[in-house]
């Protein structure tokens, strides 16, 4: 949060300069914004070095100063919320509840549709106590061909584009049951975006093991969170991602 605040300070202390420094800003029903706007006005805002935007009309909410809200008009322009909602699958594995709380989190910012990945065989408390070298979720992390079987299958996963494709962290790495989703369905076309929670440890070694696991048309770079990561965090990861995904069509 402290974080956040520090930011937004940045933020706020930016809009303010640049709106002394812009010429007068014109109408703004009249412009037709783009992907490269959006992108403009997001740089802009996360104080990301951009080109000279001075000139550029992007106040559409028309209180002189650049601001989170109207990056959030400007993208509702340049993409109908139908357009966002229909391709977009957000899966998830989550024995605690954490990583679940931020799929839900993305579903709320993207309208997707959600699949959670439940075990054949569910994990009680004893599967996971990690503290017990021979509980189930340590047996299977020490063992790479271990396929833990799922109990449901994603209908239509063909019509999906875009799949968020969220886990814990066990041992440094995704469970294996991330691995028997992987090998279940083609991914070939897709754009799969890994997402994680954990106790500390980093996406990079899953995200390594995902892009061997599959064939993935593109696999952009994962996030990982804290179980208590705040929404604006989240949301502001999920426009980004937007961008970059407009931007590979
Ligand atoms: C078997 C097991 C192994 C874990 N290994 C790690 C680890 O290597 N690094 C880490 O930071 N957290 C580790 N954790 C903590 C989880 O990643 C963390 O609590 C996560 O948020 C749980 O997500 P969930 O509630 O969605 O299941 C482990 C937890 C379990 C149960």
Same mark, same amino acid.
């Given at each position: 949060m402290k974080k956040l605040a520090v930011i937004s300070c940045v933020l706020m202390s930016i809009c303010s300069m640049m709106s002394a420094v812009s010429?007068?800003?014109? !109408? +703004?029903? !009249?412009t037709e914004y783009t992907i490269d706007d959006v992108k403009n006005l997001q740089d802009f805002l996360l104080a990301k070095p951009t080109e *000279?935007? @001075?000139?550029? +009309? =992007? *106040?559409l909410d028309g209180d002189n100063t650049w601001t989170v809200f109207d990056l959030c008009l400007m993208k509702r322009e340049v993409i109908p919320p139908d357009d966002e909602q229909e391709n977009t699958l957000v899966v998830y594995f989550s024995r605690t509840g954490n990583t679940e709380k931020i799929a839900e989190k993305i579903v709320d910012f993207t309208g997707a549709d959600i699949f959670e990945i439940e075990a054949k065989i569910p994990y009680t408390d004893e599967d996971i106590a990690y503290n017990n070298s021979t509980c189930r979720a340590n047996q299977e992390q020490n063992d790479k061909n271990c396929r833990p079987e799922i109990a449901q299958s994603v209908d239509n996963f063909d019509s999906y584009d875009i799949v968020y494709l969220g886990y814990p962290i066990w041992w440094g790495e995704e469970p294996r049951i991330i691995d028997t989703f992987l090998e279940s =369905? *083609?991914? @070939?076309d897709k754009t799969v975006i890994p997402f994680c929670t954990s #106790? @500390? @440890? #980093?996406?990079s070694t899953s995200e390594r093991n995902i892009s061997e696991l599959a064939e993935i048309g593109t696999q952009l770079e994962g996030r990982r969170f804290s179980a208590n990561a705040d929404s604006e965090t989240i949301q502001e990861w999920v426009n980004s991602l937007f961008v970059e995904v407009k931007q590979e069509e």
């Open positions: 010429p007068v800003i014109a !109408e +703004n029903t !009249e *000279d935007l @001075s000139g550029k +009309n =992007y *106040d =369905y *083609d991914f @070939s #106790g @500390s @440890s #980093g996406i």
